[in-house]
């Protein structure tokens, strides 16, 4: 089947059965401020009803994945992609810290075709990363999708490119998104998740990230385009924080700071 074809159809399944679920994770953070009131209530409600909410409604497959902050891969969290298809070569995602309707809004992810991420500049390449191996671990999964479905959405992300920030760090138990975005990556190869951390979102979600690898086995693994991960050859880019926000990146043993890049 033709890629734009099988994009199509697998996006078709998205759709019609985004709705499911599975587990439900709830948001770990709790902000400061009074309880609706009653007028609030209403005009939420009110809303809901009279209001067009198009891109919300766009917003129809849900990924979960993991990240880590660039920079310190000892700092991981559970991520929830609330994604629209803008074309077969790029989707956007909402970022929760959660599956609930209290869910807090972390961040994005712009996710885009391996053909789109080599003709982006170099400089610009640093600040992506590859997919490849979040689907073929079995880590990044679908939520509520049948198998098939999930499979064939696999086989178009796997060959994806991923550019996060993340706006609310609410690992850090933060009350309210404070400091500037922090960009964030993902993982490349075993041992690099923890274990624990995988474990309690399978059990929580009800699946089995090994099985799902295994399955998986059958997706060709693209060739990385040179240039993503860049963290990986001693290039670690972030925005050092003028507010004095601490977001502890600590230098893992394994990576140099490049001397050109903004790091911790």
């Known amino acids: 089947m033709a890629k734009t074809s099988r994009w199509t ?20 953070v709790e902000p400061p401020g009074a309880a609706e009131s009653a007028k609030t209530q209403v005009l939420d409600a009110g809303a809901a009803v009279l209001q067009d909410k198009q891109p919300i409604d766009a917003l129809n497959a849900y990924l979960d994945g993991f990240h880590f902050y660039n920079g310190d891969m000892a700092a991981q969290m559970e991520a929830h992609h609330y994604c629209s298809v803008l074309n077969d070569d790029v989707i956007q995602c909402v970022i929760f810290d959660g599956s609930v309707r209290e869910a807090k809004i972390m961040g994005v992810e712009y996710i885009v075709s391996a053909e ?21 671990s079995g ?39 404070l400091g500037v975005p922090q960009l964030m990556m993902g993982f490349t190869k075993d ?7 995988i474990a309690q979102r399978d059990e929580r979600l009800g ?16 060739p990385i385009v ?10 670690i880019i972030q925005i050092v924080d003028p507010t004095g926000q601490v977001h502890d990146h600590a230098q893992p043993q394994d990576q140099t700071k490049d001397e050109n890049a903004t790091s911790k």
């Open 9 to 28: 159809a697998a996006c078709l399944v998205v759709c019609l059965v985004g709705g499911c679920g599975g587990g439900k994770t709830d948001s770990g």
């Open 116 to 136: 789109l991420f080599a003709g982006l500049p170099d400089d610009e390449k640093a600040l992506w990363h590859s997919h490849v191996h979040e689907v073929k």
């Open 139 to 177: 880590t990044l999964v679908a939520p509520g999708l049948p198998e098939a479905a999930e499979h064939a959405l696999m086989e178009n992300l796997v060959g994806t490119y991923g550019k996060t920030w993340h706006t609310w760090h609410t690992d850090q138990d933060l009350e309210l998104p």
């Open 191 to 197: 041992g690099q998740a923890d274990p624990a951390m």
């Open 207 to 222: 699946i089995d990230s090994s099985d799902k690898r295994a399955k998986r086995a059958d997706i060709p693994a693209p």
């Open 226 to 235: 040179p240039g993503a991960d860049s963290w990986q050859q001693g290039k």
